[in-house]
């Protein structure tokens, strides 16, 4: 089979390799399609701290069984799709229903789908292997991990009917966080002011396009040696937020947003940022004026079923997000494509 293997950062090559056969409890997936993610440019740019190398890229798939192992609780022609990690279901964090901080679920993250086949692990397909619901396109199914993160981000936060949001940032994650937040439609609930900032023009036209306000980001938030920081955004936005939500993790950025949140508001931070990174904090804001700011990772087993939910129900219109489609052997293209801002996802088909 053909495997998009990453050796380390900037060494990634479409190469053959033997199928896998899948032992007791596992599951061999045949790959029907796997969407780009900034995860793996942010793996194939740097590495990340969750995900050893090397290894085969791509995690947001849709597929059907091929083979099942002994006990595996799936049949060949089975639609599925999946979590990516396993949580172990029974240590302090698990029992208390943060799986996504088990120490172990990442042992074996479930990358490899730019590939023919994927060899689902035995704990994955116990705790995190999916069947697509029927009426449920594959493109659609595959974008369960990337949605149950963000139902997992808003759960982390309190979102009422009619308050006003500031999404900062324009890829993938913040249009879902969009399009949850605006309701099928746009027809949920009370009328949300929800606006969306961030630096790319053609980003923030496809936001326009779905009916949000958008702001630009100043090309410089903080300059050294230039006392005040700059506004952050080239227009006034004449507002407070009680939710702003950052999905660039840029520290220049984030440092700027408490200044924006209404009293009592929140800031929650979904982007990883690099290992050691620092990030700085208004102390007037947060302690005078009650700003939260609160982090989210990952998802819960929990989340993930809320997410096949919401695609089952048509809430993301899953054709203006995954915009773009290119076989397996044009992955660079696929991947330059996502990049460039020129598509939001790109579906690469085996």
Known sequence: MRALVCDGPERVALREAATPEPGPGEVLVRVSVALTCATDFKLVRRGHAKIPFPLTLGHEFAGAVEKAGAGAMFSPGDRVTSAVSAPCGSCVDCRAERENLCATAFER????????????????????????????????????????????????????????????????????????????????????????????????????????????????????????????????LSSSFPLIIDTTGDPDVISELPA??????????????????????????????????????????????VALALLASGVIPVPSLVDARRPLAEWRDAFDLAQSGRAMKVALVP
């Open 260 to 305: 924006l949140a209404a009293n009592g508001g929140t800031v929650l931070l979904f982007a990883g940022m690099a290992e050691g990174a620092r990030v700085s904090a208004d102390a007037f804001a947060v302690h005078y004026r009650e700003v939260s700011i609160v982090g989210s990772f990952h998802y819960t087993p929990r989340d993930a079923d």
């Open 109 to 236: 993250p479930l990358f490899g789908a730019f590939a023919d086949f994927l060899l689902v692990p035995e704990r994955i397909v116990k705790n995190g292997l999916r069947r697509i619901p029927s009426g449920l396109s594959d493109k659609a199914a595959a974008l369960l991990d990337p949605l149950a993160s963000v139902v997992r981000a808003l759960g982390r936060v309190k979102a009422p009917d009619g308050e006003d949001v500031l999404v900062v940032g324009t890829g993938p994650i913040a249009a879902m966080l969009f399009f949850l937040l605006r309701g099928k439609e746009g027809t949920a609930g009370p009328t949300r002011r929800i606006v969306v900032a961030g630096r790319r023009p053609e980003k923030l036209a496809f936001f326009e396009r779905n009916g949000a306000e958008v702001a630009r980001i100043a090309d410089s938030s903080r300059l050294p040696g230039a006392g005040s920081p700059p506004p952050l955004f080239s227009t006034d």
